[in-house]
C-alpha cells in the first residue's frame, strides 16, 4: 500500500477528517462528491461513482490483471491468477433486491477504467449483508475505500438492514485499520482460520 506523502494539502483547504470523523459526519471522504457522482480526489484527480452495470465486465476484468497477488488474496480470500469470464458476468450482472454494488470509473483514459468496487450481498434471514471492497493501488489512501464502504453502509441502512459485515485476512492491516476508523467490531472467524469477522451493527 501506499503510503500518505506527508504533505499539507495543496488546495490550502484544511486536511480532510480522518476515517472515523468523516464516517460519523457521513461527510464526504474523498473530497467532494458532486450531484451525479464525481468523486474529487484531494490529489486533483476525478473518478466517477456508479452502480456497476452489465456491460462493466471488460473494464472489471483489466482492473483485476492491475491488482497484485495480496490485494487479490486480500479481495477474494484465496489466490487467482485470473477473473474467468463466467466471474466477472456474474459480478456485474448484480440482483438489485439482494445486491449492490458501486464501481469508481475513470473517464480521463479510454477506455474507461474502474479503480474501486464495493458491493453487499443481502442475507435476508440473518437480516445483513455481507460487504467487500476494492481499491486499486495506485488510487489507494485517498479515502476511496472509506466511501465505498460509507456508501454500502447508507445503503444498507436503506434496505433496513440490522447489520454489515465482512471477512478479512488477519493480515490484512488496510482493511482492518479502516473499519476499526469506520467503528466495526472484530472478532476471529471461527470458521476460517486467519481471518477476521468485522461487523456494524446499523
Ligand atoms: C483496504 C482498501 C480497500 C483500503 O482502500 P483505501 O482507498 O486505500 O482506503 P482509504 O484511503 O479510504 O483509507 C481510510 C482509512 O483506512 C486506513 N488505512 C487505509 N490504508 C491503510 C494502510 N495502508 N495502512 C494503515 N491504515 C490504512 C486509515 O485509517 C485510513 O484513514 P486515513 O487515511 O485518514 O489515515 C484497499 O487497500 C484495498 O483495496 N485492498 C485490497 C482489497 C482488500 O483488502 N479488500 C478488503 C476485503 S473486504
Known amino acids: 500500500m501506499l503510503a500518505r506523502p506527508s504533505m499539507p494539502p495543496a488546495s490550502g483547504r484544511s486536511p480532510p477528517p480522518r476515517g472515523s470523523e468523516r464516517f460519523a459526519q457521513r461527510a464526504p471522504v474523498a473530497g467532494i462528491v458532486k450531484q451525479g457522482g464525481v468523486v474529487h480526489t484531494r490529489d486533483g484527480r476525478c473518478l466517477l461513482l ?15 490483471t492491475r491488482l497484485s497477488p495480496q490485494d487479490i488474496r486480500r ?26 454494488a ?16 464495493g458491493r ?20 489507494a489512501r485517498l479515502g476511496l475505500g472509506a466511501l465505498l464502504l460509507q456508501r ?16 478479512v485476512l488477519m493480515e490484512n492491516r488496510p482493511m482492518l485499520e479502516l473499519c476499526r476508523e469506520l467503528g466495526f467490531q472484530r472478532r476471529p472467524a471461527t470458521d476460517e482460520p486467519g ?3 468485522i461487523s456494524l451493527k446499523l
Open 120 to 139: 453487499i450481498y443481502v442475507d435476508e434471514s440473518a437480516d445483513s449483508a455481507e460487504f467487500s471492497v476494492l481499491v486499486e493501488h495506485d488510487w
Open 152 to 167: 454500502l453502509v447508507d445503503d444498507c441502512r436503506r434496505r433496513g438492514l440490522h447489520e454489515i459485515w465482512g471477512y
Open 102 to 117: 458501486f464501481v469508481l470509473m475513470d473517464e480521463s483514459v479510454e477506455p474507461e477504467e474502474m479503480r474501486g468496487v
Open 50 to 64: 456508479r452502480d456497476i452495470r452489465a456491460n462493466d465486465v471488460a473494464a472489471l476484468q483489466r482492473c483485476f
Open 195 to 197: 481471518t477476521a469477522q
Open 75 to 100: 479481495r477474494f480470500l484465496h489466490a487467482m491468477s485470473e477473473l474467468p469470464d463466467p466471474m466477472a458476468q456474474r459480478l456485474c450482472n448484480i440482483n438489485p433486491p439482494l445486491e449492490t
